[in-house]
Structure formats: structure tokens, C-alpha cells
């Protein structure tokens, strides 16, 4: 029979690491070695109450113990997870404040006032460059507090790789011979070599889509989702400028791209929390 | 005390396999015999225990594998192995040349009694 207590305690203990099967043979040897220690001191004559406090108390550190064999400890990783997400809302903000501070700039600008909007856009940049370079050393003192586990992110991130880029191949093999096929279908029948050229574009962005789409859920969703946006960015922008002969304003797009993006990192961030 | 566990963390892994020379054990019943020879005064953590169970095993000095109890917990038992028992030969060896180092360094060349 298993103590009701300390059953709970180790379930707490192990709440929130990855059940892997090396995990589910520490935890099953531990709660074996806890009770039997536990009945023991019960049968030497000590209470309930001190033969469980004994129990607990020695223990240990578990999680430094686990943090060899999971990717990472629970703290470790929510520390890292805390200190990335602060990160990234400076980075947000210090982004947001430069793209602002062109805003400002062309406003002053346009009223006359070139050399006080230069005043604020260089107190902007000045202040988005402390915020950032804060960001970035925040999560760099987190490497370094977990050294180890910097090199498991490293050693898991390869075994994440390795498993999708059979997949990947598989598609890029599929995917670009059909879009020169359309490219070159395409071109013939418009004639529009001058334009058509741009599918490629719009190719490397579905790409990417394709991409985040299967694999959303692994670690590298992040970096395809970058991908897809920026590249959707340089289509839309070849697009606009050829569609509408406009040179001289739609390289506003990747003004506007970056607000957006870092509109909807800090609408993440947010919805994370929440 | 706290002293006292520094100086013998290094040395974890040699006790264990001490405990194990002999006859096969487990996790609590290793941990019993340190407490009890110690006289109460040194006892190892848990998260120590099985992080030194892992290092050995993972260097092919003990092996384990999982008891069959009649009663409900399984106990996880381990066996030192040949190359485990020339580790631990080495470790003894090792310690006594440090040990005898030690005494020597920190001769005063006075008598505790004087």
C-alpha cells in the first residue's frame, strides 16, 4: 500500500516534466524507496507526521537530477520561457519605436520642421536601442545561468531537423519544378515576362506556408512563420509596385510589415499570459 | 555537516559501489546501510542516489533491472558489473592516495593533545 501523501508529493514534484519513459522509471523507483523508507520509520516508532516531513526532506533536488534527462527542468524552462518573452516585448517595442519615429519624421517633415523631428527621431532611436540591447542581454545572462541546457536546445533542435527533413525534401522536389512549369505556362500565354517572374516569390512565400503549416507545432513553426511573412512582404511589394507603377511609395509595405509583425508578436505575448 | 557532505560527494559513486560489491541491492536498502554504518550522520538524497545510479550505469559499472514484488511497488535492483568492480578498485586506490596526500599537507607537526 502506497502513502496517499506522499504519492501527492511526487506527483507535484514531477508536475509539468515531460512523462518520458526515463522520467516514469525515476519516479516509479523514487515513490517505491520514499514508502518503503516511510514505513520503516513508521515501524522504528516515529509519527506519521515526522516520518513524512523526514521523507520529504530527503529527497533532494530532483529536478537537477532530471534536467540530464528530460530537454529541460521545469524552472529552467520556464525561466528561459519568461525571460524570452521579456526579450521579445523590449525587442517589440524598441522595433515599434523606431518605425514610429520614421512616422514622426515625415510628419515634422512635412509641416517644416525637419530639425526637431530629427531631434525626436534620435531620442526615439536612442531609447529603442537601450530597450533592445537590454532585451538581448536579459535572455543571454539565461544561457549562460543554464549552460547545460543550452547544448540539449542544440542537441534537440538537430533531433527536431532530422526527423522533418526527409519531409522537407520530399516537398521542395515536388514544389519547384510545378512552379516553373506555371512560371513558364504562365508567361507564354500572358506574355508578361516582365512581371511573371514574380511567381517565384509568391512561391518561396507559399513555401514557407506549407512549412508552417506541418510543422506549426515543433519548435521550428517560429522560424517558418518568419519566413513566409517576410517573403509574402517582397511579393506583395514587387506586386504593388508593377500593378500600380508605384516606386515611389510601396516600399511603405515593409514599413507597415514591420509594425504588423510586431503587432501580432506582442498580440502572442498576450495571448500567453492570458 | 554540511562540510562533511562536500568532502564525501566526490566519493558517492565508490560508496555505492561498496554497497553493491557484495550482493545486488536497491535504492532505499543502500541508502538504509549508509545511514545505519554511518551511525545517523550521513544519509544520501534521494536526487543524489539515483543521479550517481545513472552515471554508473550509463559507464556500464552497474546494471539494474526491475524487481518483480508480490507486493505492489516495484523495486529497481542493481548489479555491479566486472568493469564496475575494477572502477571501485580504482577509486579505493585513488582515495588512499589522496587521503595519505592530505594527512601529509596538513601536518602541522603539532600533537592534537598538546
Same mark, same amino acid.
Given at each position: 500500500?502506497?502513502?496517499?501523501?506522499? =504519492?501527492?508529493?511526487?506527483?507535484?514534484?514531477?508536475?509539468?516534466?515531460?512523462?518520458?519513459?526515463?522520467? !516514469?522509471?525515476?519516479?516509479?523507483? !523514487?515513490?517505491?524507496?520514499?514508502?518503503?523508507?516511510?514505513?520503516?520509520?513508521?515501524?522504528?516508532?516515529? %509519527?506519521?507526521?515526522?516520518?513524512?516531513?523526514?521523507?520529504?526532506?530527503?529527497?533532494?533536488? /530532483?529536478?537537477? !537530477?532530471?534536467?540530464?534527462? @528530460?530537454? %529541460?527542468?521545469?524552472?529552467?524552462?520556464?525561466?528561459?520561457?519568461?525571460?524570452?518573452?521579456?526579450?521579445?516585448?523590449?525587442?517589440?517595442?524598441?522595433?515599434?519605436?523606431?518605425?514610429?519615429? !520614421?512616422?514622426?519624421?515625415?510628419? +515634422?517633415?512635412?509641416?517644416?520642421?525637419?530639425?526637431?523631428?530629427?531631434?525626436?527621431?534620435?531620442?526615439?532611436?536612442?531609447?529603442?536601442?537601450?530597450?533592445?540591447?537590454?532585451?538581448?542581454?536579459?535572455?543571454?545572462?539565461?544561457?549562460?545561468?543554464?549552460?547545460?541546457? +543550452?547544448?540539449?536546445?542544440?542537441?534537440?533542435?538537430?533531433?527536431?531537423?532530422?526527423? @522533418?527533413?526527409?519531409?522537407?525534401?520530399?516537398?521542395?522536389?515536388?514544389?519547384?519544378?510545378?512552379?516553373?512549369? /506555371?512560371?513558364?505556362?504562365?508567361?507564354?500565354?500572358?506574355?508578361?515576362?516582365?512581371?511573371?517572374?514574380?511567381?517565384?516569390?509568391?512561391?518561396?512565400?507559399?513555401?514557407?506556408?506549407?512549412?508552417?503549416?506541418?510543422?506549426?507545432?515543433?519548435?521550428?513553426?517560429?522560424?517558418?512563420?518568419?519566413?513566409?511573412?517576410?517573403?509574402?512582404?517582397?511579393?506583395?511589394?514587387?506586386?504593388?509596385? +508593377?500593378? +500600380?507603377?508605384?516606386?515611389?511609395?510601396?516600399?511603405?509595405?515593409?514599413?507597415?510589415?514591420? =509594425?504588423?509583425?510586431?503587432?501580432?508578436?506582442?498580440?502572442?505575448?498576450?495571448?500567453?499570459?492570458? | 555537516?554540511?562540510?562533511?557532505?562536500?568532502?564525501?560527494?566526490?566519493?558517492?559513486?565508490?560508496? &555505492? $559501489?561498496?554497497?553493491?560489491?557484495?550482493?545486488?541491492?536497491?535504492?532505499?536498502?543502500?541508502?538504509?546501510? &549508509?545511514?545505519?554504518?554511518? *551511525?545517523?550522520?550521513?544519509?544520501?538524497?534521494?536526487?543524489? $542516489?539515483?543521479?550517481?545510479?545513472?552515471?554508473?550505469?550509463?559507464? *556500464?559499472? &552497474?546494471?539494474?533491472?526491475?524487481?518483480?514484488?508480490?507486493? *505492489?511497488?516495484?523495486?529497481?535492483?542493481?548489479?555491479?558489473?566486472?568493469? *564496475?568492480?575494477?572502477?571501485?578498485?580504482?577509486?579505493?586506490?585513488?582515495?588512499?592516495?589522496?587521503?595519505? $596526500? &592530505?594527512?601529509? $599537507?596538513?601536518?602541522?607537526?603539532?600533537?592534537?593533545?598538546?
Amino acid at each position: 500500500m502506497m502513502n496517499k501523501r506522499i =504519492a501527492e508529493h511526487v506527483e507535484d514534484v514531477f508536475a509539468g516534466v515531460a512523462p518520458e519513459p526515463k522520467v !516514469l522509471e525515476i519516479k516509479e523507483e !523514487l515513490l517505491t524507496n520514499l514508502n518503503e523508507k516511510y514505513l520503516d520509520l513508521l515501524a522504528a516508532g516515529q %509519527s506519521e507526521e515526522t516520518a513524512y516531513a523526514s521523507v520529504i526532506s530527503g529527497i533532494g533536488d /530532483i529536478h537537477d !537530477l532530471l534536467r540530464d534527462y @528530460t530537454s %529541460s527542468g521545469p524552472y529552467s524552462s520556464m525561466e528561459r520561457e519568461r525571460r524570452r518573452n521579456q526579450k521579445n516585448i523590449l525587442v517589440s517595442i524598441g522595433s515599434a519605436i523606431v518605425v514610429l519615429s !520614421l512616422a514622426v519624421l515625415l510628419v +515634422f517633415s512635412y509641416f517644416g520642421l525637419e530639425s526637431l523631428g530629427l531631434a525626436l527621431t534620435i531620442i526615439c532611436w536612442a531609447v529603442a536601442t537601450g530597450m533592445v540591447v537590454y532585451g538581448v542581454n536579459l535572455s543571454k545572462t539565461s544561457y549562460e545561468k543554464h549552460n547545460n541546457t +543550452f547544448v540539449e536546445q542544440y542537441k534537440e533542435k538537430q533531433a527536431d531537423d532530422e526527423s @522533418t527533413l526527409s519531409m522537407k525534401k520530399a516537398i521542395n522536389s515536388a514544389f519547384w519544378p510545378l512552379i516553373v512549369v /506555371i512560371y513558364l505556362a504562365l508567361s507564354f500565354i500572358t506574355r508578361r515576362w516582365d512581371i511573371t517572374w514574380i511567381i517565384f516569390i509568391i512561391a518561396a512565400a507559399v513555401q514557407q506556408m506549407i512549412h508552417w503549416l506541418l510543422f506549426a507545432k515543433s519548435k521550428e513553426g517560429g522560424k517558418y512563420w518568419h519566413g513566409m511573412f517576410w517573403t509574402a512582404v517582397v511579393a506583395l511589394y514587387f506586386i504593388i509596385s +508593377f500593378v +500600380f507603377s508605384a516606386w515611389a511609395w510601396s516600399w511603405l509595405v515593409f514599413i507597415a510589415a514591420v =509594425a504588423l509583425q510586431q503587432i501580432i508578436v506582442l498580440l502572442k505575448i498576450w495571448r500567453k499570459r492570458q | 555537516m554540511t562540510i562533511t557532505a562536500d568532502l564525501i560527494r566526490g566519493h558517492t559513486e565508490t560508496i &555505492i $559501489l561498496a554497497h553493491l560489491y557484495n550482493n545486488e541491492s536497491y535504492g532505499y536498502k543502500i541508502n538504509k546501510a &549508509i545511514q545505519e554504518k554511518s *551511525g545517523g550522520k550521513y544519509e544520501l538524497k534521494e536526487a543524489t $542516489l539515483y543521479g550517481a545510479f545513472r552515471r554508473l550505469e550509463e559507464n *556500464g559499472y &552497474i546494471s539494474s533491472y526491475w524487481g518483480d514484488e508480490a507486493t *505492489g511497488a516495484r523495486r529497481r535492483y542493481y548489479n555491479i558489473t566486472p568493469v *564496475g568492480r575494477d572502477f571501485f578498485k580504482d577509486c579505493c586506490k585513488e582515495w588512499e592516495t589522496a587521503k595519505a $596526500l &592530505i594527512n601529509t $599537507l596538513i601536518d602541522t607537526g603539532v600533537k592534537d593533545d598538546e
